[in-house]
């Protein structure tokens, strides 16, 4: 997560053959607009995953994403990276089906969820990866996006806060919560430092 | 829980916390493959005529995406891969000039280049330059002689393009020298990594 | 109950982390040290149970890495680990595997390091070097080598294989499957033979021979190396092949043939194929031929700016 200088090369790479992709997919391109997907499909699926807690609402929320990102494509003016573009699109989408729902629909983490989102996400470091995910599928919903966010996908306080809606204190103090929660029911499973 | 808000010390370490936290996946691959649903509901674009400018996004990013299609297989092993269809770069394609904005050339007169090419090959050369300082001489002396090629190279096609501007033949291959030269860059800089046991690796090469 | 394991981040830097798995963990992580404070180059030998479809990462400076396939759910090391280094470490949680020489701090006078590797022969494969040479043989996955100045050989099957050097050689020999072969280099000699399926190579300088069955798609670029490629193409294949000064010669096999389109701005075009065989067609443009050979649902493009170009079925 960190700056290393293969990032920052791979990011000058890719800001270049980005932004050829997206002049080419805004000309109608479905070729080129396919190629962005493979890009960013994984971590556009991964964000509405951690937010949702439910595999079918987020391949749902990335097919969305994608789509209404098509749509907006020729007005994409390259201020911002186009991944950082894709995930306001994906925080939006997320955002809006919870505010048609019903509370109660939004709330409800089956322990089946909780599972498979663990699996889904449990190659990477089986070990941490599982203690962790479980605690994050307890959070509240506000605590939990902005921890995703934040401290999954490296997004500063500013830039979450206008993504989710929210002030930037608010951001900071529910990273704080959220952190709080973790620390706290990780300790209660028994892993300590 | 009242319990949450009355919590005495943190039992783990926040630093231990962010740090686990930032080795999450980012990624997480849906566990079926989205692209056909959504490719099935793209709308088309109201224009269908490419730009000068459309038609060589459309044949650079045809170029580039043998490269991107490696950041593909790193990042999403089960991808699907392959070149777009209809993305072989012909010459009956009308005669276009890479000219998009106004910066000295590095490779030669007559030719503007690109900004954010021109900025991405900054950043590369810089990137590079460090690296290649910390390399054994005979390394350092290979890619340098190597980029000398490259770009001696696209300076040879631009002198043919001045003398016959718009023959697609170098178009094509000037295009294709300014990528490789990127990707050669971005292949060597990856090569060598800044790994402090390869630093020292070479370091103990040089000694002897 | 601690089980403390090593850990590297980014900066290269080593640190340790205590992590308690909770009781559902099923993970098992495992830290195997080898010392040679002694000095001397001290033999190698560990063996660790792994999963049979796991990944295995190798690294090392300089010596040579020799990976084997074989039909054990084991990894097992042996060689010698060079005067000076500080250790090897082998860590696994079951399913990857690392495998990574470390030199100390103050590396004044290291050796060569020799592993010897015996992994699943369905493991996947990573292995990066500075000036080690590397060889794999037998493995049936996904492999992934990559050198500064080390050479690369290898064996490869049906599966995806990225090979890249700077200046070593590579050589890479297929069973006949198709796979998915990328190969970079900038200045290192390029042999594969026996490869099939989508193939691509890149080098700067350097020259290659390639031999090529059952190739689906192709991209070969160069800058100043020469070219030997004959290949028998799948209906509809795409080969292209680009160069600036090199000479490409291009031997078509088989009853697929193909439609060609060749040019060269200042070079020749030779061809035995085609309705003007054996004519270099030259104009005030430069010399290019179009012609359509044997079946010709695929496609062969290739251009230089200043190289020969030449075609031909043997």
């Known amino acids: ?193 | ?208 | 109950m601690n089980k403390p394991f090593t850990q590297q981040n980014t900066a290269g830097a080593m640190t340790k982390k205590s992590f308690n798995p909770s009781p559902s963990t099923l993970a098992l992580a495992v830290l195997l040290m080898i010392s040679s404070a002694s000095g001397a180059g001290t033999p190698i030998d560990r063996t660790v149970a792994i999963d049979p479809l796991g990944t295995v990462d190798v690294s090392n400076v300089a010596g040579s890495v020799t990976v084997t396939g074989w039909e054990r759910n084991e990894v097992a090391i042996s060689g010698t680990l060079g005067k000076g280094v500080e250790r090897l470490d082998v860590n696994t949680d079951g399913k990857a595997t690392r495998i990574k020489v470390v030199l100390p701090s103050n590396a004044m006078n290291v050796e060569d390091t020799v592993l010897k590797i015996q992994v699943p022969r369905k493991s996947s494969l990573a292995v990066n070097t500075v000036s080690a040479d590397v060889t794999v043989r037998d493995l049936t996955a996904s492999q992934r080598l990559q050198t500064v100045s080390g050479d690369v050989t290898t064996q490869i099957a049906a599966e995806a294989a990225e090979l890249r050097t700077v200046s070593g050689d590579i050589e890479v020999t297929g069973s006949g499957p198709r796979g998915v072969l990328e190969i970079a280099s900038v200045s290192g000699d390029i042999r594969a033979m026996r490869v099939a399926g989508e193939v691509n190579v890149t080098n700067v300088s350097g020259d290659m021979l390639l031999g090529l069955g059952a190739v689906s798609r192709s991209r070969i670029r160069t800058t100043s190396g020469d070219v030997t490629m004959a290949a028998a193409l799948d209906p509809g294949a795409r080969v292209d092949i680009e160069g600036t000064s090199s000479d490409i010669k291009y031997v078509s096999v088989g009853p697929e043939g193909g439609q060609f389109d060749l040019a060269t701005f200042s070079g020749d075009v030779i061809s035995c194929l085609g309705p003007r065989a054996g004519q270099t067609d030259r104009s005030g443009r430069g010399s290019s031929l179009q012609f359509s050979h044997g079946r010709a649902s695929a496609r062969v493009r290739i251009k230089s700016l200043s190289g020969d170009i030449n075609v031909c079925d043997k």
């Open chain 1, 1 to 193: 997560m960190t700056g290393t200088s293969d990032d920052d090369l791979q990011r000058a790479r890719q800001r270049l053959e980005e932004q050829r992709l997206v002049e080419a997919a805004a000309g109608g391109s479905t070729a080129a607009f396919e190629v962005l997907y493979r890009l960013h499909a994984g971590r556009v699926h991964g964000l509405c995953r951690r937010m949702t807690q439910h595999r079918e609402t987020a391949e749902d929320c990335t097919q969305d994403t994608f789509l209404q990102a098509w749509r907006a494509l020729p007005g994409f003016q390259n201020r911002s990276a186009f991944g950082t573009w894709l995930h306001t699109i994906a925080v939006n989408t997320v955002l809006a089906r919870r505010r048609r729902l019903a509370p109660h629909e939004t709330q409800t983490q089956s322990l089946d969820e909780a599972a498979s989102l663990i699996a889904d996400s449990a190659a990477h470091d089986p070990a941490a990866a599982r203690d962790l995910e479980s605690a994050i599928a307890t959070l509240p919903p506000g605590a939990r996006d902005v921890l995703v966010l934040v401290a999954i996908y490296g997004y500063a306080h500013e830039e979450a806060a206008r993504m989710l809606g929210i002030a930037v204190g608010t951001s900071k103090a529910q990273l704080h919560r959220a952190r709080h929660l973790l620390a706290t029911r990780l300790a209660y499973e028994g892993v300590s430092a």
């Open chain 2, 1 to 208: 829980m009242n319990q949450d808000e009355a919590a005495p010390d943190l039992p783990m370490p926040n630093a231990a916390l962010d740090r686990a936290l930032a080795t999450l996946p980012q990624e997480i691959a849906p566990q079926r493959d989205l692209w056909a649903t959504i490719a099935g509901r793209l709308e088309p674009r109201p224009d269908p005529t490419v730009s000068r400018r459309g038609w060589l996004a459309l044949a650079a990013s045809v170029v580039c995406v043998g490269f991107l299609l490696l950041i593909v297989r790193l990042l999403q092993p089960s991808a699907v891969s392959g070149v777009p269809p209809g993305a072989t770069l012909g010459s009956t394609q009308s005669a276009v000039s890479p000219v998009l904005d106004l910066e000295a050339a590095p490779f030669g007169r007559g030719v503007v280049l690109d900004a954010a090419y021109v900025q991405a090959h900054r950043d590369l050369s810089a990137q590079l330059r460090s690296r290649l300082a910390r390399l054994p001489p005979q390394t350092r002396r290979t890619v340098e002689e190597n980029l000398a090629v490259m770009r001696h190279a696209a300076m040879q096609i631009n002198t043919a393009l001045e003398q016959q501007p718009g023959d697609p033949l170098l178009e094509e291959l000037l295009l294709k020298a300014y990528q490789d030269e990127l990707t050669v860059m971005s292949t060597v800089y990856e090569l060598t990594r800044t790994d402090a046991d390869a630093v020292l690796g070479n370091r103990r090469l040089e000694q002897l």
